[in-house]
């Protein structure tokens, strides 16, 4: 059985012994002038303190408050040693009746915890005993010459000397450090009830302003001990009721926090309505705990964390000596958690008590929080979705819609109207019949329309899902860009493939009317040589001239090939070919830059953009300069093919730079010609190597 559980069994009896030996003592002095008055008051005050200390220690034994006014009330009962008749309990209570003065300076400084929060309250503590035993020391050792009746007070035995000077000097001295002492105290409790929070002045008021009047009261009785008279002994007597005031309040503050524990219990379960929103639960605590700051924080098992009781994300703040956090739990598993004020640590029966109850309340809207919380973040998801998304009844009757964009609506109003009275009739009928079919079948289904919004043609997917027994979800996507992509791929494979029969057909002429028909005309030649073997020198003349012949089919035939693929890109790499290209120019190329190896697809495509871009800037340009640059920049090859001439080239008349596009956007490229009227054209072709 220890201590801190059962105080009564060891400091009960100790408190009656040293309280009969404390009147023994007075009841047979010899220089106490009423012992009476002064047995009943020195009972009545240490009691007190005894008292009240040992039913605060019992209930909180964490708490050191009630072991400091205990030491308050046996402090008190020691002072009776001073009233003995013989020297050494007389010396000792001469001693060490004072101390009891510094065990109520530490009481004040470290309610209600117990406990000396700051570094200024611990050297306030420590001057407040070094004062209490140093004062009654010198003032032994150099006393008053007469301070009783003569041969009435027993012999002092650390008595030096009866020296007046002396005792008036460590008197003044004593005298001004006391005070010193206790208007600091007096502040330093005056500037802690300024920063406390509004629970914490609700604990403090009762003690702090008995205790801070007796403070004030000591200061004032220590500057007017020198003096008698009517002012001094109405201050002796306001002191020793607000000191004797101090253990009753606390027990008030006891009996306080009883009535508020059972009120509080009252008011989370009939203060707070059968029905309540997480909103009013919160203000029920706030009314059973008396803390108007406290929230609640609802566990949320799906995210992981908690949130408030709108639902939203809630990080729990650390603890700190102004805010606290107090978990509940229910079977190892998280419920919710009360951010009170940390002042209600001093109540932990009110505190225990309340959130004990309340549990039972917070685990009733846990459910209610959590589906606050998935509405929160499924809007937030919404919020964040383009998409526009319409929830539609089984007859076509709008009942919500979300519009990140409302400009993106084809009619202001939704909500109450049909699907006939915002789409067309042909639209609207394949609308309610794809949701219809979602709704049926459970399996969702997609359309594709166009509508004509806002001066241009745009196009929609509709993607459908039940929503419900009667009800379909809408979500609307434009897919205009996709669909512009889509033509736009479509026109390029078209061109892809007209241009490819277009050069098939060019080959085909090319081979007939050139070099098909020099080999055809060097086949007779041949025939006609050997008709004329027996003629030397017409044979010769024939020969010569089929060799010429065989010469120009063979130009011809390296020029188609060329056309097909150039050599020379094979078999000397990019930079020959396009110094090739520059010396068959009739004007000056200027080429700049280089991109190192590249793949093949990519250096055909950058020779074919230099030479359709040469050979326009040839045809059309009247330009006196050309300049070809060739980069690698950011993991893709660049090549620009800029000239001074005219400008106002159109890519659309030609098939030439057409081709040219789609070969680039083949390679998942851009090209991009800027041609001014007057300004000259650049060609700019941008091809990722990867």
């Keep these: 059985m220890s201590l801190a559980r059962r105080p009564w069994l060891y400091f009960g009896p100790a408190a009656l012994l ?16 009423h012992p009476a008055l002064a047995t009943a008051l020195g009972l009545f005050v240490s009691w007190s303190f005894i008292l009240a200390g040992l039913l605060g220690w ?74 209490a035993f140093l004062a009654p020391l010198l003032d032994s050792l150099f006393p008053a010459r007469h301070t009783c009746k003569p041969h009435a007070c027993p012999d002092n035995l650390v008595l030096v000397s009866h020296d ?57 009785g220590f500057i007017l001990t020198p003096f008698s008279g009517v002012v001094n002994t109405v201050v002796v007597v306001a002191l020793i009721a607000t000191f004797t005031a101090v253990p009753f309040l606390f027990l008030a503050g006891l009996l306080g926090t009883t009535i508020a524990r059972t009120a509080g219990i009252g008011a989370i379960f009939t203060g707070v309505p059968e029905r309540a929103s997480p909103g009013e639960v919160q203000q029920g605590l706030r009314q059973a705990l008396r803390d108007r700051t406290a929230e609640v924080a609802y566990w949320y098992e799906e995210g992981g964390h908690y949130v408030d009781v709108e639902g939203q994300h809630f990080e729990l703040p650390p603890d700190t000596r102004e805010r606290v956090v107090t978990r509940l739990d229910y079977a190892d598993s998280p419920v919710a958690a009360i951010v009170h004020d940390a002042a209600l640590l001093e109540e932990p029966e009110l505190l225990d008590t ?22 929160a973040r499924y809007r937030a998801l919404l919020q964040a979705i383009p998409d526009l998304m319409f929830r539609i009844s089984r007859d076509g009757r709008y009942l919500s819609y979300n519009a990140p964009d409302p400009s993106d609506l084809i009619h202001p109003e939704v909500v109450g109207l049909t699907l006939w009275d915002r789409l067309p009739a042909e639209l609207a009928d394949r609308v309610l019949e794809a949701g219809r079919s979602a709704v049926d079948r459970g399996t969702p289904s997609v359309i594709e329309y166009a509508l004509d919004f806002e001066g241009a043609t745009r196009h929609y997917e509709g993607r459908f899902a039940a929503s419900g027994d009667d009800e379909f979800l809408m979500i609307v996507r434009e897919i205009t860009d996709r669909k512009r992509q889509q033509q736009e791929l479509e026109a390029s494979r078209q061109r892809i493939v007209a241009a490819g029969d277009e050069a098939r057909r060019k080959l085909e002429r090319n081979l007939h009317d050139g070099a098909q028909q020099r080999l ?73 830059g280089s991109c190192g190896e590249l793949p093949p697809s990519v250096e055909a495509a950058v020779y074919y953009v230099v030479s359709e871009a040469l050979a326009n800037v040839t045809k059309y340009a009247q330009a006196s300069s050309v300049t070809v640059t060739v980069e690698h920049l950011n993991g893709s090859a660049l090549v620009e093919v800029a000239d001074d001439g005219v400008g106002g080239a159109d890519p659309l008349r030609g098939s030439g730079l057409r081709g040219l596009a ?29």
Excluded: C
């Excluded at 004990?356 to 509405?375: H, N, Q, T």
């Excluded at 086949?523 to 050997?530: A, P, W």
């Excluded at 090939?561 to 110094?579: K, W």
């Design 662 to 690: 789609d070969r680039v956007a083949s390679l998942s490229g851009k090209l991009a010609i800027h041609s001014p009227p007057g300004a000259g054209t650049r060609v700019r072709a941008e091809i990722p190597l990867e």
């Design 58 to 131: 019992s209930r909180r034994p964490q708490n050191r408050t009630g072991m400091l006014m205990v030491a308050v009330g046996f402090g008190v009962l020691v002072g009776s040693l001073s009233e003995a008749n013989y020297a050494l309990p007389y010396t000792l209570g001469a001693l060490f009746g004072s101390l009891f003065i510094a065990a109520f300076l530490h009481l004040l400084l470290a309610y209600p915890s117990g406990e000396l929060l700051s570094r200024k309250a611990r050297v306030l503590v420590v001057a407040g005993y070094a004062t």
């Design 164 to 220: 007046h000077a002396a005792h008036i000097v460590e008197t003044v001295a004593w005298t001004t450090v006391s005070v010193l002492l206790f208007a600091a105290t007096f502040m330093f409790l005056v500037g802690r009830w300024r920063k406390a929070t509004s629970t914490l002045r609700r604990i403090l008021r009762p003690v702090y302003l008995a205790g801070g009047l007796s403070v004030l009261l000591l200061a004032i």
């Design 354 to 375: 309340i959130t004990s109850a309340a549990r039972i309340a917070l685990e009733r809207d846990k459910l209610l929080v959590e589906v606050k919380a998935r509405a």
């Design 520 to 592: 055809v005309s060097l086949s007779l030649s041949l025939r006609l040589v050997q008709s004329q073997l027996r003629s030397p020198d017409a044979a010769e003349e024939i020969l010569e001239a089929s060799r010429e012949e065989l010469a120009q089919a063979l130009e011809e035939l390296r020029e188609l090939a060329r056309g097909i693929h150039p050599a020379v890109l094979t078999d000397r790499g990019l930079e020959a070919a396009l110094e090739a290209l520059a010396a068959r120019a009739p004007l000056p190329v200027e080429i700049d």
């Design 18 to 33: 040293a309280g009969a030996i404390g009147v023994a003592l007075t009841v047979t002095s010899d220089h106490e002038e």
